[in-house]
């Protein structure tokens, strides 16, 4: 039998070799686990070794080391170079292979056609007539053309019913005239808008007759196919540099009066006639299909973005070696720390955790989408909850896990040789896009309070929400049975986010009784409302984690993901205990026994800490980091990354001359004074 871990080589570090030889399970199995099956975990090694074989194809030196001018330049370079060998290397058709392509080929921090493929297309498929499709769709796939979604303005991003820039149906001509009345009213921060794209589905106040109709959606020809030059009426550029992401041209759009075809509305679901009459669409949010879109993907690339950062800082930890642990042995991998080991292991066990609650998202969402194309939209209100909730605790415990991946480093975390602070930069805008956190939150709140309020009728609810209505224990059970069932933990976990939904809804209801307003109410209990959708989604992702381990089949792949789930049950409970020691339902003694198991599952998890990480199979190409090198030769290579530095071109700088030698000079003559 060959090595379980398949990322051992000759010549790597000996440190790290040990780890791997530890291995417990095969890495290449558990990675179709986390990439769903064998077939797409063969096809991403597939895909990164072909990338290798294509020079041009390489990064022309460190990223970190380029100006934001030559990061755009170089990853459209590349696009080009793609789209050449583009059939050769991915099905096209398949979304997966195509993420994979780009994060090896060019990174997080985006190119020209990011918002192409993640919004464009997809609103077009959604939303688009099949006269559109053949208009603009298929163009748009072969990329004869560019385009981007164009939704938020300088003053508004969360509010959509508060867009100012309006599309005013004038019958006469049969044309919207978009307008940017006011300076808040541009459009700002759309992907690849400010250089990169020639079209743009614009979003705008529909108005007809002067009635006020909301967000609807428009194509829109911002540039001239052929000199890219903006069209009349069009005024569009770049925001300027951003926290990280700076590959990527976010953009500015004023339109000044500009008129298109009626035809030019994104006509599905909903419909302008000639003659000015407003067809309904069967949901009134059929057209936010893009931004649900891409929530549904965003547990995966927040998860993808977690383990990246968890891969350099586990493998660093295993070949820094500081400090004594027994005195009278030699200085010990940091990875033998508790405290590290208590700082990585349970983020290594979310990542897992975001990519298995992130397919059953992904399966949800293909089924509501299958469904729309028909006008049926039952889910769709499920699928809005679900991805409102699990973006906003997604990208916030991702944040969280990226941070300690990066002090977990010490000082070398700190430099981008180790690239976490640019994956953190590009991970943490999740926070905010496809709305803003606290908003989402409370998106998910609306659901979850109508759940209870049924609850409260009598009626029996079901679905994400069933546990509402489902019998409750008064005393977890925690420790109190002799087999140890993970049902007892996510029992807890239920009775916890129940009494936090009741919590929120009493205090709401009491609110609304003594007369407040609605909207005031909701603001006043809007903070245990997001407590609530917090502890209603961590609640899905361990569901959904206990359902994948519940589903393997291989033993030692079940093995190695049981011990996951456990570090992750218990850490995730102890970090919301306080919710169940306020009523009772767990105690002290309960508390020491979930420490205790924590405790146990960093020791369990230790000697698999790599294989966990290797097992995401992620390429040093893909990587760009020094301190995550696969072969863990970290020291010679940091060594060799500086020399990039444009610092080091010459031995002294023209700022010695200018500034520190007279500033020195002056000194020194002042003190012979
Ligand atoms: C393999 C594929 C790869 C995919 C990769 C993905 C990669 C990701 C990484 C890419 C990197 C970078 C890309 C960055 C892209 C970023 C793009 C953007 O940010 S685009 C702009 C996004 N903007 C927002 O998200 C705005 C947030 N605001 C809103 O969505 C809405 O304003 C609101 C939902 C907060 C409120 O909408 P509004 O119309 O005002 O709602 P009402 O109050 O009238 O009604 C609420 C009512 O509607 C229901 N609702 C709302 N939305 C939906 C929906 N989408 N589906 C179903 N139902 C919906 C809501 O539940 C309420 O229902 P009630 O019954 O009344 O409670
Ligand atoms: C990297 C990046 C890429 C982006 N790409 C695109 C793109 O391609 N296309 C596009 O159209 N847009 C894009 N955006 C814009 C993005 O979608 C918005 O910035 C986002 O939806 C948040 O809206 P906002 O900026 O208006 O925040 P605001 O709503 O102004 O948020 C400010 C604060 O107000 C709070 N707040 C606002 N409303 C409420 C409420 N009702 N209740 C409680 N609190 C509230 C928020 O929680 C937050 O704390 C991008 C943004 C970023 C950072």
């Not at 194509?219 to 700076?246: C, F, S, W």
């Not at 893009?290 to 383990?307: G, P, S």
């Not at 079901?462 to 925690?478: F, Q």
């Not at 030692?556 to 009523?583: P, R």
């Amino acid at each position: 039998m060959g090595n379980l871990n398949k990322e051992i080589r000759d010549g790597d570090h000996p440190d790290i070799t040990e780890e791997r030889l530890k291995s417990t399970f095969d890495t290449h199995k558990m990675a179709a686990q986390i990439y769903n099956s064998q077939r797409a975990a063969d096809r991403r090694n597939e895909i990164t070794s072909a990338v290798l074989k294509i020079p041009e194809l390489q990064d022309i030196k460190p990223l970190p080391f380029l100006s934001r001018e030559e990061k755009v330049e170089e990853a459209a370079r590349k696009i080009g170079i793609l789209s050449e060998h583009l059939y050769d290397l991915v099905n096209v058709n398949d979304g997966a292979e195509l993420y994979h392509l780009n994060n090896v080929v060019i990174g997080g921090e985006g190119n020209p056609l990011a918002l192409h493929g993640v919004m464009f297309i997809p609103v077009l498929q959604a939303q688009a007539t099949d006269e559109q499709k053949k208009k603009w769709l298929y163009r748009a796939m072969k990329r004869e053309i560019i385009g981007t979604y164009a939704q938020t303005e300088m003053g508004h991003g969360s509010n959509l019913r508060k867009l100012e820039t309006t599309a005013t149906y004038d019958k006469a001509t049969e044309e919207f005239v978009l307008n940017s009345p006011t300076t808040t009213s541009m459009k700002w921060w759309p992907g690849n808008l400010g250089k990169s794209t020639n079209y743009a589905v614009v979003v705008a106040t529909l108005i007809i007759n002067e009635k006020d109709y909301g967000p609807h959606s428009f194509m829109v020809q911002l540039r001239d196919e052929n000199t890219h030059k903006p069209l009349p009426n069009i005024e569009v550029g770049d925001i300027g540099p951003k926290m990280a992401y700076n590959a990527t041209d976010n953009g500015f759009l004023k339109l000044n009066h500009l008129r298109i075809p009626r035809t030019n509305m994104l006509m599905k679901h909903v419909k302008v006639e000639k003659d000015g009459t407003y067809i309904k669409p069967p949901h009134a949010k059929m057209s936010y299909s893009a931004m649900v879109h891409v929530r549904a993907h965003m547990n995966n690339t927040m998860a993808y973005f977690l383990a990246s950062s968890l891969t350099i800082a586990v493998r660093y930890s295993s070949i820094r070696r500081q400090g004594h642990i027994n005195p009278k042995e030699p200085e010990v991998k940091v990875l033998e720390y508790q405290t590290q080991q208590h700082r990585l292991f349970p983020h290594i066990a979310r990542a897992y955790a975001f990519s298995f609650a992130g397919a059953e998202t992904v399966r949800l969402y293909e089924k509501v989408k299958k469904d729309m194309e028909s006008g049926e939209t039952e889910l769709m209100a499920d699928l809005h909850a679900l991805t409102s909730g699990l973006k906003s605790v997604v990208t916030y415990l991702t944040m969280q896990g990226i941070e300690q991946a990066r002090q977990s480093c010490g000082g070398h975390g700190y430099s981008m040789a180790s690239y976490i602070s640019e994956i953190y930069g590009i991970a943490i805008g999740g926070c905010t896009y496809e709305g803003e956190n606290m908003v989402m939150l409370l998106q998910l709140a609306r659901y979850l309070m109508k759940a209870a309020k049924a609850v409260k009728e009598g009626k029996k609810v079901e679905g994400l929400v069933g546990y509402l209505s489902a019998p409750d224990n008064r005393h977890s059970l925690i420790d109190r049975t002799p087999e140890k069932s993970y049902d007892t933990y996510l029992k807890t976990f239920e009775h916890i986010a129940r009494q936090q939904i009741f919590r929120a809804f009493d205090k709401l209801e009491k609110m609304l009784t003594s007369g407040l307003p609605h909207s005031e109410a909701w603001n006043k209990c809007s903070v245990e409302l997001t407590r609530a959708s917090r502890l209603h989604t961590r609640l899905f992702i361990a569901q959904a984690f206990a359902r994948r381990v519940h589903d393997v089949v291989d033993f030692h792949i079940k093995e190695a993901l049981d011990d996951l789930l456990h570090l992750h049950l218990n850490y995730e409970l102890l970090d919301v205990a306080s919710y169940a020691l306020e009523d009772g339902h767990l105690c002290g003694e309960q508390m020491n026994f979930i420490r205790s198991e924590l405790y146990r599952s960093l020791g369990k998890i230790r000697p698999n800490a790599v294989s966990y990480v290797d097992a995401w199979e992620l390429s040093d190409m893909e990587l760009r980091s020094v301190l995550g090198r696969r072969d863990g030769h970290v020291y010679e290579n940091l060594y060799k990354w500086a020399q990039n530095s444009s610092l080091n071109r010459t031995d002294v700088l023209p700022v010695f001359e200018k500034y520190l030698k007279p500033l020195m000079m002056s000194a020194r003559k002042n003190s012979k004074l």
